[in-house]
């Protein structure tokens, strides 16, 4: 299993970034998907999953802070994840992680990880 992310860099507060995640080694389209961020001296936050279109509901869910901001999605046909991130904040700066959930759906935890890649939100 191997996730790449890329997309991040440094915008202006009130800008916006698409982060995407290419996947290979296993059936992408099976699988719930996640973006989790950590913000620098923070632990590890949630920010959105998004399930199995093929073999779950294809349910999006994000967490409060992000919600109507960000905008999770996949594309199956290329084995990608995406996050889109509009009206960015300083509070979004944080390195984004993209993670593949244990199952076709979001709550069976993150078993394989992303290397990252870093969101600068600053004026």
């Known amino acids: 299993v191997q996730l790449v992310e890329s997309g991040g860099g440094s915008v202006q507060p009130g800008g916006s970034l698409r982060l995407s995640c290419a996947a290979s080694g296993f059936t992408f389209s099976n699988y719930a998907m996640h973006w989790v961020r950590q913000a620098p001296g923070k632990g590890l936050e949630w920010v959105s999953s998004i399930n199995s279109i093929n073999s779950a509901d294809g349910r999006t869910m994000y967490v409060d802070s992000v919600k109507g901001r960000f905008t999770i999605s996949r594309d199956n046909a290329k084995n990608t994840l995406y996050l889109q991130m509009n009206n960015l904040k300083p509070e979004d700066t944080a390195v984004y992680y993209c993670?593949?959930?244990?199952?076709?759906?979001?709550?069976?935890?993150?078993?394989?990880w992303g290397k990252g890649t870093l969101v600068t939100v600053s004026s």
């Open positions: 993670a593949k959930s244990g199952s076709a759906w979001s709550d069976y935890g993150m078993d394989y």
